[in-house]
């Protein structure tokens, strides 16, 4: 999968620019606040169907204008040539276009274009909070399997709902009797798709353990290995994992097992005044040689565990769907030893196109891939240079 071409229009401090990307490695060199990083994030824009830097849309509308536009061409992954195209005005909102026709639900934009985007915040994939792993997951599964996505955006949609519900009973504002069913209900509702939630994630992790270890080893250049493990929240789906079971006798037994757990707990829940239990608190640990680095890890282990998960996803999305995506490194060979950030260009570029944004040119200093295109950029404007 590769971005050939894009031209920007009002995004940011960007100006208007048309651009001819490199199919293999594009550098884009610039001091602190020059629009490396906006550059990036009009690219991967269209991926996520948001802002990998979670801003609003229009905080991504350049100061002075009402509307920003961009269209890339680009290449999917069985070489189909497709127009990406999106446009946000203050007035009207976001509009996403494929090939002139718009997508009207931002889920049906995943799996076009597929992307990986790593700066200095993907150390938290390790460190950071269990909710920043699940959703590094539910988007490695929502990759190759549309299914996994609504079951989980049901259960989101039946959470919200059960909680909400479990709000007006504790102030007050309904009916404990009627709202014993109801909450039976949401629980059978939770359970279906927390079934498939738990058996997704569990399989994921396992087919990401091996590549992330792989990864890992070549990043490192070192013995030690990685693993990703899965811990979910829920006792049932904890010993189901263990026993070895048939898949399919697994689910059923598995989903009435679930709904006992999260029934027995409706009291204590009626009580606090929220749901206590759920694939929503589930972690996974990292481990590296057995450690748990989530806990112990130092700066440069988590680092090197985070990237090594991160280029795994890229790894598990070609097993399934023989898709490469497009790799963009922000800013992040400065927090790299000089041995490990070249061993990182090598291997990302040898199977992907990739964008690195650097304001130390010194970080890929003597690299000179082949086909490689640099610009540098001052204050939004872009100047390609002849790298040969
Ligand atoms: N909506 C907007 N309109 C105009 N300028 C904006 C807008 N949003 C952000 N900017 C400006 O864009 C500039 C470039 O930001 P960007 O994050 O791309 O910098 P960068 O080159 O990646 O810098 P660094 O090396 O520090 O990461 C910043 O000065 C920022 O204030
Ligand atoms: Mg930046």
């Known amino acids: 999968m590769r971005i050939l071409s894009a031209s920007i229009q009002g995004f940011r401090n960007l100006q208007e620019s048309i ?11 610039g001091r602190n606040g020059e629009g490396k990083t906006n550059l990036l994030e009009s690219l991967n824009l269209f991926a996520l169907g948001r802002s990998h830097r979670s801003a609003k849309n229009d905080e991504m509308i350049a100061f002075e204008s009402e509307s920003l536009f961009v269209k890339m061409g680009v290449e999917g992954a069985d ?7 999106y446009a946000f005005e203050r007035e009207r909102g976001s509009r996403f276009f494929l090939n002139g026709n718009v997508v009207s639900r931002k889920a049906d934009l995943v799996g076009i274009l597929n992307t990986v985007y790593f700066d200095p915040d993907s150390i938290h994939l390790v460190r950071g909070e269990p909710r920043r792993r699940r959703h590094f997951v539910d988007q490695g599964i929502a990759e ?6 609504s079951h989980l955006t049901s259960f989101q949609r039946a959470l919200r709902q059960k909680n909400g519900l479990l709000r007006d009973l504790k102030k007050g504002l309904t009916k404990i009797t009627t709202a014993r069913e109801e ?19 569990a399989d994921y992790a396992d087919r990401l353990t091996p590549c992330g270890d792989t990864a890992h080893r070549n990043l490192t250049g070192g013995s030690h ?13 904890k010993s189901a994992l263990e026993k070895s079971s048939e898949k399919g ?14 029934d027995y707990i409706m009291e204590t829940e009626i009580k606090r005044g929220r749901t206590l239990r759920g694939p929503q608190l589930d972690d996974f640990e990292v481990c590296r040689s057995g450690l748990d680095l989530r806990v112990f890890g130092s700066q440069g282990e988590s680092r090197a565990a985070a ?6 996803r890229s790894d598990v999305l070609f097993q399934k769907r023989q898709i490469r995506p497009v790799i963009f490194f922000d800013d992040i060979f400065s927090e790299l030893d000089q041995e490990r950030s070249h061993r990182l260009q090598e291997m990302a570029s040898g199977l992907h196109q990739v964008f690195i944004a650097t304001a130390r040119p010194g970080d890929v200093a003597g690299w000179r891939p082949p086909e490689m295109k640099t610009w540098s950029v001052t204050s939004g404007e872009f100047k390609e240079h002849d790298t040969t």
Do not use: M, Q
């Not at 006798?249 to 999260?262: G, N, V, Y």
């Open 19 to 29: 651009f001819e990307f490199s199919p293999r490695v594009n550098l884009v060199l």
């Open 79 to 85: 070489g189909t040539p497709l127009r990406c195209e």
């Open 144 to 149: 190759t399997d549309p299914l996994f996505l």
């Open 183 to 201: 909450l039976k209900a949401w629980n059978r509702e939770l359970a279906h798709h927390t079934v498939e939630i738990c058996l997704g994630r």
């Open 225 to 237: 290995g990685l693993e990703f493990l899965y811990r979910p929240a829920l006792e049932t789906v």
């Open 249 to 262: 006798e697994k689910k059923e037994h598995l989903k009435a097992e679930i709904l006992d757990e999260i």
């Open 307 to 312: 990237i090594s998960l991160i280029l795994a």
